[in-house]
Nanobody, 125 residues
Framework: VQLQASGGGLVQAGGSLRLSCVAS????????VGWFRQAPGKEREFVGV????????IYADALKGRFTISREISKNTVYLQMNSLKPEDTAVYYC???????????????????WGQGTLVTVSS
């Protein structure tokens, strides 16, 4: 299984970015794709998760309304649309894959079996 995250870059505060995560290597029907981020000196933080087949999306409370996760199954791709970006959103963003079914565990990095390499998002003030 491979996950390839891309789309990061430098953006001014208030701007938008869309990250992509392309998955390959197996059938993902029973999986969920999560987004996490990690700022320098901080722990990895849950951003959101989507079921590969649709019907469920969960966001970190603090990011609801600004971040949106979507899927394009024909391209094996999950997107993270980030709007109204703030300097505190600066981090390396990772996508990850899990087969866990318990919702309360989906915000925990150790619940995820596969990880992409991360893409850096820098928001300038």
């Amino acid at each position: 299984v491979q996950l390839q995250a891309s789309g990061g870059g430098l953006v001014q505060a208030g701007g938008s970015l869309r990250l992509s995560c392309v998955a390959s290597g197996r059938t993902f029907t029973n999986y969920k794709v999560g987004w996490f981020r990690q700022a320098p000196g901080k722990e990895r933080e849950f951003v959101g998760v989507v079921r590969w087949t649709g019907g469920m999306t969960i966001y970190a409370d603090a990011l609801k309304g600004r971040f949106t996760i979507s899927r394009e199954i024909s391209k094996n791709t999950v997107y993270l649309q980030m709007n109204s970006l703030k300097p505190e959103d600066t981090a390396v963003y990772y996508c990850a894959l899990t087969s866990r079914a318990i919702h309360s565990m989906l915000g925990v990095p150790s619940s995820y079996d596969y990880w992409g390499q991360g893409t850096l998002v820098t928001v300038s003030s």
